[in-house]
């Protein structure tokens, strides 16, 4: 990938070419739900290209488990994704009913609240529409319709080695000014893996341009504490 130095206020101008539904049903970051207290890091690298402006940046996406609650005496967990760009950390705090949270669901549809802390550092609730934006851009893996299984695979992480299930999916969606949004990828699970996602390779033709992102597993834990505490 060629590498520049990636331009925030960028951001914007391509976000808005990606605001649509997540309506499908299986990939993404979630595949399974571990205990609470579990953590996730890989490594992100990602090129844009968007109306000729090519811009690529490594980052690092942290996701979490950070606290349970009942809703309406349904059990739900607070999951928690963070990354930086251009030197400035955004942190998502998102309260989901524990049902959603595996593969043949798309969670994002069924937020009880959500919250974010962005550039300037305050921390609001965070819009449905705006959490599909963020999603899409720093979390990189979309929802598969119709995902096709492709066997095992061997894997190897900066994490381990994984007998993986690899899977590969096409999504077609609407994007700005009735523009059509494709996403084509691969992704690699392993039950044993916390959120159960090893490995995923992602392209993304936006009509007006390109996104690629691969996402490798680092590191794991148990110990995930919120970085948003009064989010509640």
């Known amino acids: 990938m060629r590498k520049h130095r990636f331009n925030f206020a960028f951001i914007p101008a391509v976000l808005s070419f990606l605001v649509m539904p997540l309506s499908s049903h299986a990939g993404g970051l ?67 009913l524990e049902k959603y949270l595996k593969a043949d669901q798309n969670p994002y549809e069924h937020l009880v609240r959500a919250w974010i802390r962005g550039r300037d550092g305050e921390v609001r609730e965070l819009t449905a529409s705006r959490l599909r934006q963020i999603l899409i851009f720093a979390g990189t893996v979309p929802h598969f319709d119709k995902p096709e299984k492709k066997g095992k695979q061997h894997v190897k992480t900066g994490h381990g080695e994984y007998d993986c299930e690899h899977l590969t999916g096409v999504q077609e969606m609407e994007g700005f000014q009735n523009n059509k949004v494709k ?20 392209k993304g033709d936006l009509g007006v341009g390109t996104i690629e992102t691969e996402l490798e597993l680092t590191k794991s834990g148990a110990d995930a504490k919120t970085e948003l505490p009064d989010a509640k």
């Open 30 to 96: 979630i595949h399974n739900l571990p205990p609470d207290g579990s953590w996730v890091l890989y490594r992100a690298k990602t090129e844009l290209d968007f109306q000729g402006n090519l811009q690529s940046f490594d980052r690092e996406l942290k996701m979490c488990s950070v606290g349970k609650e009942e809703v309406d005496g349904e059990p739900a967990r607070w999951i928690e994704l963070s990354t930086e760009l251009s030197g400035t950390r955004i942190v998502v705090k998102l309260l989901i």
């Open 183 to 202: 996403l084509e990828g691969d992704v690699w699970t392993h039950e044993k893996v916390p959120f159960g996602l090893v490995k995923a390779k992602v």
